[in-house]
């Protein structure tokens, strides 16, 4: 027989034996944890992309000025990913002696690749989803072309030189490019009538949009491809920059998800930590023999090695399988919040659970276990003889490595790592400490107590160093839970806030400052609350600090884009609402030439104070002097600008107005009263995104309770392993105590009152730690509003001391109402 | 391998100016004070005294379990003192048995897997037939699958017997081994302990408060508070 056989063998029978289950059961729930929310996450979160990429109609945009290289399509079929592209051009319809400037898109059949499209055949008509663009031949218009152009669907319209039929009106495209304030009413035909038109000439003033959907990986391989090969002028769209509403709620969604599950596997490791000591010192003895019987100490550390890498094996197993089950019920249960096709599971999120199931277990179980390497063969003639505690360096040092590499796995954030791992720390140290002289002082009011409180507070005092140990873990148990719920809580409750019920959810665009007042009347009338109107001027950045803003400006810059572009440029006396002044000052008195830029876009452009920019706004240029930067939030769904003008630089060029408003659904036809009124004002419902932006909320919430269930399951265990990490020398002095003649009611009153007590200052300081984490939390990272939670103070202590008294006396039963002597006998 | 033929009448163990203290808050404890010791091979030395006297720790320090304060001590002419822990440990499976008075079997392995350990450690791979052949010996070839626990302590013992005879070490150490057992089967262990003792020529050091059994043994060592006298 192999050594290995003889792991097993010893592996077996200590499992058989029950000397196992505790460490099992915290390893696969540690691991069912992990795979759950790795699998739960990973599935959400392609989800989410998969909605997010609704909006590029694809999981890869290129934007281009000039028609696809056809090594571009070579590659992409080669990857074997699905293409698919629209040619976006502004052109003038005109019909019945109407004139129209219509933005025209013109798709190829496979358009559009991700999301949908929705028509209607006429007013009364209902609305269908369709996946495929307008057949040849064929126009699908929005209503206000229909109007503007006193057409009817079916009625012939003439785009450039090809006459179509209007068949369809355009109520919903999913990727409807550009800022809000630029819309010409959308035309859209099918590419194959495109060179018919006779509209796309050589310098014509297209947007290209090549859109490609495939496998991750050919998409990356062909991403990758691709990139060196992009010229100034064509730009690959990203999700999380090009619609930033999304995005930020995206990255959001991902750091809490990630620290949540953070949280679970923490709580398992530490109940992993308890088991393997209290398995470590039960197996002294055993390994005493061995010693004896010659096995170096290598030998030990193999064979016992050996047996937690098989049980770790075993367990990640069962628990990456109970994990693919758990997510599985979890999506069941949320099925009606979810979107009908939800992402597969990834088998590289199983995976990860497998891993971080071993990671655990290394880190949280191999330093108790190094302790049987030092165990001394003369513990065979002497009992007492134990090795020295593992090195505290080694315990915390890789615990605390294996968390803040999965923070940083899970957040990709060094600042959040760096605020929780720091302030945790620093906590427990103080905290330690604090327990440790609160425990002594308490020793000296012993001989003044009677004979219950005296037994119930030795069992503490006893062995201080371990009290502190199983204080502190029932605190981080309860801080979890703690943090999981009231992190959720004011997380959810300060994106409401972001986004409360009445936030606008309609942008009204195109107005003529002469509209104005009686625009502004009507909407009082009609009881509508707008928001500021502002004025919008077209105009394109061109240099800064008379530098050609394409030399400035990296490519892969986050602002590069807004180079590319016309930028909706406003001017205004006030600093816009929710808008902060971050550095400089906003414009006390009128003087032309002075402009507002947006935080992040200067830090993009590399743009300073007093640099000076010029635009283009038409034939003409202008010139303004930064005299500040801005942050703002985009989020708002108000009206924002990256340029504000002083008053006086841009008065003198045409512009057009735009506000927002909240209207009530139930109230959506007071909307058909202003457009019939105001036909040239673009009415845009954004609600709709609004609505998005909402499920994906909900989703979250949704999924962050059934993460705290996984904390809550992983307490338990924390809870039970320390009753019984601690149980065999109870058991000893239990059976004494019933020798000496003390009553079974004696022994329930000592343990409970010891457990209760523990529990007590475990929650007393769970309560000290959390509203520390929750201040640096919501202080430094998340900048959200703290205030105390008064009722933590209340609850927490009452929980810890009734649930560490039930868990520690349900372990002390045994002792109880067993007789003396058979506990004895298996000592 | 060495054969008990090339051990014969050698000095297997010697010792001189054995000693072990231990710092206590009351100053240094000495335990042993130079002890010296040469014992043959195939000799048996009974190892008497009173509790406290320093008996459990000179055979600790004879066999390696422990290192002396000072002196030096060799067994089949290496020296110990010298020796790794994990030489030590070697030199244990090679040479040495042990027979203690709590048994100190594996709880989870049965009979006959205990006694195979030794042998499975060694990389022997007769193992199972040698152990099933000792355990019959010593009159248990009807409880090889039971689990420690399941046996009587004479029987336990029985098991350790053959656990340390499984080796055919050149000494065995045997720490009160009838401590823990009725006088009856006491007796009775002492025997079969003998008789393996005699059948395997091996060196036989006992440690025991039994003045009969120390009898037994061809010479007797009285320790008093840690010196020999």
Redesign the interface.
């Given at each position: 027989?192999s050594?290995f056989n003889?792991a097993l063998?010893?592996l077996w029978?200590?499992s058989r034996?029950g000397?196992l289950t505790i460490l099992v059961m915290a390893l696969i729930i540690a691991v069912t944890s992990a795979t759950a929310i790795s699998l739960f996450a990973d599935r959400l979160q392609r989800t989410m992309t998969t909605q997010t990429a609704d909006f590029l109609a694809a999981d890869l945009v290129i934007t281009s000025p000039d028609v696809q290289p056809a090594n571009w399509i070579t590659k992409a079929q080669a990857l074997q990913l699905h293409a698919a592209q629209t040619a976006d051009f502004s052109s003038v319809l005109i019909e019945n002696d109407e004139m129209l400037l219509a933005s025209v898109k013109a798709v190829s059949n496979a358009y559009p690749l991700r999301g949908y499209l929705k028509i209607t055949g006429g007013d009364y008509s209902e609305e269908h989803t369709v996946h495929q663009g307008p057949p040849a031949g064929q126009a699908w218009v929005e209503k206000r072309v229909l109007s503007a152009l006193k057409l009817k669907l079916g009625d012939a319209l003439t785009v450039g030189e090809k006459k179509l039929i209007a068949s369809q009106i355009l109520t919903y495209e999913t990727d409807k490019q550009g800022d809000f304030y630029s819309f010409s009413p959308r035309v859209m035909i099918n590419d194959a009538d495109l060179p018919a038109t006779g509209i796309i000439q050589p310098g014509s003033h297209v947007h290209y949009f090549f859109q490609y959907t495939g496998e991750a990986s050919a998409l990356q391989a062909f991403n990758q491809w691709l990139k060196p090969q992009l010229n100034p002028s064509q730009r690959m769209l990203d999700i999380h920059k090009d619609r930033p509403e999304l995005g930020s709620a995206l990255n959001r969604a991902e750091r809490y998800l990630g620290l949540s599950s953070i949280i679970v596997i923490l709580i398992s490791g530490v109940a992993i930590a308890m088991a393997t000591r209290r398995y470590t010192e039960r197996h002294f003895?055993?390994t005493?023999?061995?010693?004896?019987?010659?096995?170096?100490?290598?030998?030990i550390l193999w064979l016992y090695g050996c047996q937690f890498v098989v049980l770790g094996v075993l367990a990640s197993s069962i628990g990456c399988g109970l994990g693919w089950f758990a997510q599985q019920a979890l999506f069941h249960l949320l099925r009606g919040l979810l979107p009908q096709h939800v992402a597969n599971p990834g088998l590289l999120a199983v995976f990860f659970g497998f891993i971080v199931g071993m990671a655990v277990l290394l880190a949280f179980a191999l330093p108790p276990l190094l302790r049987l390497k030092q165990v001394?063969?003369?513990r065979?003639?002497?009992r007492e003889l134990e090795p020295l505690p593992s090195s505290a360096w080694l315990v915390y040092g890789l615990a605390l490595g294996i968390i803040a590499v999965l923070i940083e796995r899970y957040t990709g954030d060094a600042k959040m790592t760096a605020t929780l791992l720091g302030v945790g720390l620093l906590t427990l140290l103080v905290l330690g400490l604090l327990v440790y002289g609160l425990l002594r002082v308490t020793g000296k009011l012993l001989p003044h107590l009677n004979l219950t409180w005296r037994f119930g507070l030795q069992g503490i005092l006893r062995n201080s160093g371990a009290s502190v140990s199983q204080i502190l873990a029932f605190s981080i148990t309860l801080v979890a839970m703690v943090l999981s719920f009231t992190v959720r809580t004011d997380l959810i409750d300060n994106w409401q806030k972001q986004l409360p019920d009445n936030a606008p959810n309609h942008f009204a665009l195109n107005i003529f400052p002469a509209q104005q007042a009686t625009f502004k009347q009507d909407m009082q009338a009609l009881d509508i609350t707008h928001s500021q109107f502002y004025p919008v001027v077209k105009g394109r950045l061109v240099e800064i600090n008379n530098t050609p803003v394409q030399q400035v400006v990296s490519k892969d810059s986050q602002g590069e884009s807004a180079t590319h572009r016309e930028l909706s440029l406003t001017f205004t006396q006030q600093l816009p609402e929710d808008n902060k002044i971050t550095q400089g000052t906003w414009w006390q008195t009128v003087q032309a030439g002075q402009v507002s830029v947006e935080q992040k876009l200067a830090t993009s452009l590399k743009i300073k104070l007093h640099d000076q920019l010029t635009f283009t706004v038409g034939s003409q240029q202008i010139k303004a002097e930064v005299t500040s930067l801005r942050s703002l939030d985009w989020d708002t769904m108000r009206p924002n600008f990256y340029m504000v003008f002083s008053p006086g630089t841009l008065d003198a060029y045409p512009s057009t107005l735009i506000t927002s408003f909240y209207l009530p659904e139930a109230h959506k036809n007071v909307l058909n009263t202003l457009v019939k009124k105001y036909p040239a004002i673009t009415i845009l419902e954004v609600d709709v995104i609004v609505k998005q932006f909402k499920t994906i909320l909900l989703q979250l919430t949704q999924a962050i309770n059934y993460l705290l269930y996984f904390s809550l399951l992983a307490g338990f265990t924390v809870l039970f392993a320390a009753v019984y990490a601690t149980l065999d020398h109870r058991i000893q002095e239990g059976a004494i105590l019933r020798t000496l003649g003390a009553k079974r009611s004696f022994l329930t009153k000592i343990h409970l009152l010891e457990f209760g007590l523990l529990g007590f200052i475990a929650g007393v300081l769970t309560v000290i730690m959390s509203e520390a984490i929750i201040y640096s939390l919501y202080t430094q990272v998340m900048h959200i509003a703290y205030s105390p939670n008064y009722y933590l103070w209340l609850v927490i202590p009452i929980v810890g001391s009734i649930c560490v008294a039930l868990a520690g006396y349900s372990g002390i039963r045994y002792i109880v109402n067993k007789s003396p002597v058979s506990v004895l006998r298996e000592l | 391998m060495h054969t008990h033929a090339d051990l014969a009448l050698k000095n297997i163990i010697v010792a001189e100016s054995l000693g072990k203290a231990v710092q206590t808050s009351e100053g240094v404890l000495h335990i042993l004070r130079s002890i010296h010791l040469c014992i043959k091979s195939g000799e048996s030395i009974a190892i008497i005294g009173e509790s406290g006297s320093g008996k459990?720790t000179l055979?600790?320090l004879l066999a390696g379990?422990?290192t002396p304060s000072s002196g030096t001590i060799r067994i089949n002419g290496h020296e110990l003192t010298t020796m790794s822990?994990?030489g030590r440990?070697?030199?244990?499976?090679?040479l040495i048995g042990?027979v203690?008075q709590s048994f100190?079997?594996?709880?989870?392995?049965t009979a006959l897997?205990n006694v195979?350990?030794?042998l499975?450690?060694?990389g022997d791979k007769q193992?199972k037939s040698l152990a099933t052949a000792l355990l019959t010996r010593v009159g248990l070839a009807h409880r090889l699958s039971h689990m420690p626990r399941q046996l009587s302590g004479g029987e336990q013992q029985r098991v350790a017997l053959a656990r340390a005879f499984v080796t055919r070490p050149v000494i065995l150490f045997a720490?009160e081994p009838t401590g823990n057992l009725d006088s009856k089967t006491g007796a009775t262990i002492i025997d079969l302990l003998f008789e393996l003792n005699q059948e395997n020529n091996t060196t036989l050091i006992l440690v025991t408060h039994d003045q009969a059994l120390a009898a037994r043994c061809q010479r007797t060592i009285k320790l008093d508070s840690g010196s020999m006298v």
């Open positions: 027989m050594r003889l063998r010893l029978r200590d034996s000397e003895n055993a005493a023999i061995l010693r004896c019987l010659g096995l170096k100490q290598r030998d001394s063969p003369l065979v003639l002497r | 459990s055979i600790s379990l422990d822990e994990d440990a070697a030199m244990r499976n090679e042990f203690f100190q079997l594996l709880p989870s392995l897997e195979m350990l030794p499975e450690l060694g193992a720490d």
